[in-house]
């Protein structure tokens, strides 16, 4: 009787094992998408941002993209590029694959009226718009929607 429970506390330890990896996956596959938030002027962190937001939208989950600070300059018009290994792209090439891809991207509202050269929505690349705060809390608080930020 000691044996057959001691087998059994065992095979049960190593089914809750066995099975914890696949709840993680599942919840995983619930996730709606992601929400991804740009900042850095990094050109590196960028691209990793974008190559993500790409893999995540191939995987078949939605992408939202907001830029803000020095990570707007990606959707200005004729905003300098930097081409980065092994692709030979810049982060703004993918950015437009993923805008045509149908994800939503926005630049944050203090961005344009804060540059240098004050500007409005007409220096932006065609499908970025302007974000609105009440539609971004709204869309951060999305059940099954996962936060990135770069």
Not at 53 to 82: D, F, I, W, Y
Not at 86 to 115: A, D, H, T, Y
Not at 133 to 146: F, M, S
């Amino acid at each position: 009787m000691i044996r057959s429970i001691k087998y059994g506390s065992m095979l049960l330890a190593l089914l809750m094992m066995v099975m914890m990896p696949l709840e993680s996956h599942a919840a995983d596959d619930e996730a709606k998408g992601l929400f991804v938030v740009v900042t850095t002027p990094d050109a590196q962190t960028q691209m990793m941002a974008m190559v993500l937001s790409t893999q995540t939208v191939k995987q078949g989950k939605s992408v939202r993209m907001l830029l803000c600070g020095p990570a707007g300059e990606l959707a200005v018009k004729n905003s300098s590029q930097t081409m980065l290994k092994p692709i030979q792209k810049s982060p703004q090439m993918l950015l437009q694959g993923l805008i045509k891809s149908g994800v939503i991207v926005e630049v944050c509202p203090l961005f344009l009226p804060n540059k240098a050269e004050a500007a409005d929505a007409s220096i932006l690349i065609e499908g970025v718009s302007i974000a609105k705060p009440p539609v971004i809390a709204e869309k951060l608080r999305e059940e099954g929607v996962k936060l990135f930020t770069f």
